[in-house]
């Protein structure tokens, strides 16, 4: 079950529910009993190795500033 973070707009404090991902943005209570939450935007950071050899960096032309469209 996938884990959202929230934060009091009453007393600041910051907290955590666990909760189907169809009920992520319904009401949270905190746990000081106020009802005044936003919940917070996650990042998710994805760590791995790459199977294939890097692409090569594209040379001359093209492109914003080698392609002669910036003025």
Not at 28 to 46: E, R
Not at 56 to 68: E, F, K, L
Request: proline share 10%; with cysteine; aromatic share 4%.
């Amino acid at each position: 079950m996938p884990r959202y973070e929230y934060r009091c707009r009453s007393c600041g404090t910051s907290f955590e529910l666990n909760r189907p991902m169809a009920e992520s943005s319904a009401p949270a209570t905190c746990p000081d009993g106020h009802d005044d939450t936003v919940k917070l935007l996650s990042a998710v950071a994805v760590g791995g190795t790459a199977k294939s050899s890097p692409s090569p960096a594209p040379s001359g032309g093209g492109g914003c500033c080698g392609g002669g469209c910036c003025g």
